[in-house]
């Protein structure tokens, strides 16, 4: 069982950045590929960006390639989302989840592990 918990969403200006964190319970954190989704109002649940479990490969929704960071650490059991140059668009509740299959997935259905979600909102 793995208990995820976000934090460090809020409310931005457009160009502006933020950084999400994400924590872990699992003993066996670094075990797990981690990604961070997000979803807005009246959409469905959109795949942000993927990481391995030893922080060495991660890839990117086109969306946020080149904008947003996936890191982790796993001394500290907690992975994070640096998100720079934020656009209206980009306002979502974000969510962190944890897979135990291999990693590249992009699909929520194939993470077991899901955080409650931090809420972004971006301005205009």
């Known amino acids: 069982q793995v208990q995820l918990v976000e934090s460090g969403g809020g409310l931005v200006q457009a160009g502006g950045s933020l950084r999400l964190s994400c924590a872990a319970s699992?003993?066996?954190?670094?075990?797990?590929?981690m990604g961070w989704f997000r979803q807005a109002p009246g959409k469905e649940r959109e795949f942000v960006g993927t990481?391995?479990?030893?922080?060495?490969?991660?890839f990117y929704a086109d969306s946020v390639k080149g904008r947003f960071t996936i890191s982790r650490d796993n001394a500290k059991n907690t992975v994070y989302l640096q998100m720079n140059s934020l656009k209206p668009e980009d306002t979502a509740v974000y969510y962190c989840?944890?897979?135990?299959?291999?990693?590249?997935?992009?699909?929520?259905?194939?993470?077991?592990?899901w955080g409650q979600g931090t809420q972004v909102t971006v301005s205009s």
């Open positions: 989840a944890a897979s135990e299959r291999p990693y590249g997935l992009t699909n929520a259905y194939d993470y077991k592990y």
């Open positions: 699992a003993r066996t954190f670094s075990s797990y590929h």
């Open positions: 990481i391995n479990w030893n922080g060495r490969s991660a």
